[in-house]
């Protein structure tokens, strides 16, 4: 199974602040990578797919870039309603894996 | 608009079985495939299984294979996930979610879960 290692694994940041979060995947999965937001108590939502496409109606201060191994989930300018855990999933193959999540803070 | 509604959680016993419901509305639920992500307390996403849109293909995580089984039911809109044996590390809300038509397999709609609790 194709391992993903979401780094950092919690972040603290302040509003205006630019975050990157990370994930690398243990072999080539092409662009086949989704990035997902979840707050507590509440299902993930789908915020980039293929590696950098945006999800309609997804703020564009979200971008996503990478391919082969190495990803990553960019926030220009992080809004109070960010603050929430990330996670990165991979479709290129089964099983589906997903990254253990980065948990971002307000510093 | 697209909905998903699972139903079905509740509290069993080690070795019981219990069987998850989602209901799909808003969208061509034929045409989708589907697939059950679990999320045990205070823990990360783990993905379940897959069924296209067909029942053609079928996947399982190693964590269920032999013991769940995905199934779809197109004329009533229904997405199943059959649990037998069930044991402690099974505990999770367990949600629904659609794949993505404009993408590689992304997860574009999500139920919002149901909680399994697996304890004597």
């Known amino acids: 199974a194709i391992q993903l290692t979401q780094s950092p694994s919690s972040l603290s940041a302040s509003v205006g602040d630019r975050v990157t979060i990370t994930c690398r995947a243990s072999?080539?999965?092409?662009?086949?990578l989704a990035w997902y937001q979840q707050k507590p108590g509440k299902a993930p939502k789908l915020l980039i797919y293929?590696?950098?496409s945006l999800e309609s109606g997804v703020p564009s201060r979200f971008s996503g870039s990478g391919s082969g191994t190495d990803f990553t989930l960019t926030i220009s300018s992080l809004q109070p309603e960010d603050f929430a855990t990330y996670y990165c999933?991979?479709?290129?193959?089964?099983?589906?894996?997903f990254g253990q999540g980065t948990k971002l803070e307000i510093k | 608009e697209v909905q998903l509604v699972e139903s079905g959680g509740g509290l069993v016993k080690p070795g019981g079985s219990l069987r998850l419901s989602c209901a799909a509305s808003?969208?061509?639920?034929?045409?989708?495939?589907m697939n059950w992500v679990r999320q045990a307390p205070g823990k990360g996403l783990e993905w379940v299984s897959s069924?296209?849109?067909?029942?053609?293909?079928?996947y399982y995580a190693d964590s269920v294979k032999g013991r769940f089984t995905i199934s779809r039911d197109n004329a009533k809109n229904s997405l199943f996930l059959q649990m037998n044996s069930l044991r402690a590390e099974d505990t999770a809300v367990y949600y629904c979610?659609?794949?993505?038509?404009?993408?590689?397999?992304?997860?574009?709609?999500w139920g919002q879960g149901t909680l399994v609790t697996v304890s004597s």
């Open positions: 979610a659609r794949v993505n038509p404009y993408g590689s397999g992304s997860y574009d709609y």
């Open positions: 808003g969208f061509t639920f034929s045409s989708y495939s």
């Open positions: 069924i296209s849109s067909s029942s053609s293909y079928i």
């Open positions: 072999q080539g999965i092409s662009s086949a």
């Open positions: 293929d590696a950098s």
């Open positions: 999933q991979q479709f290129n193959s089964h099983p589906r894996t």
